[in-house]
Nanobody, 118 residues
Framework: QVQLVESGGGLVQPGGSLRLSCAAS????????MAWYRQAPGNQRELVAS???????NVADSVKGRFTISRDNARNTVYLQMNSLKPEDTAVYYC????????????WGQGTQVTVSS
């Protein structure tokens, strides 16, 4: 069982930056694959970025070059650094964990709202 708590969302102007944090419970974090998803009103939840236990990352084309995912295993935390934010980045952002051995069970945080508006 993994519990995830996101923080760092808020209101930001276009072109601004935010850093989201996701604190995870349990020692299994180090071996888990982590990801950030987002869901805008009327849209399906979509994958934004992911990071393996070994630190390999992948980001969606829509945010490539602007968003960076990272993890700090000593703090059981995964981050999403978001730069050059656009209004279309507005969404609820969710932290996701997949744990070994199967990596088939999804754990979700409660979500944090990001609003990009002038």
């Amino acid at each position: 069982q993994v519990q995830l708590v996101e923080s760092g969302g808020g209101l930001v102007q276009p072109g601004g930056s935010l850093r989201l944090s996701c604190a995870a419970s349990g020692s299994i974090f180090r071996a888990s694959a982590m990801a950030w998803y987002r869901q805008a009103p009327g849209n399906q939840r979509e994958l934004v970025a992911s990071i393996t236990s070994g630190g390999s990352t992948n980001v969606a084309d829509s945010v490539k070059g602007r968003f960076t995912i990272s993890r700090d295993n000593a703090r059981n935390t995964v981050y999403l650094q978001m730069n050059s934010l656009k209004p279309e980045d507005t969404a609820v952002y969710y932290c996701n964990a997949k744990t070994p051995p199967s990596f088939r069970t999804d754990y979700w945080g409660q979500g944090t709202q990001v609003t990009v508006s002038s």
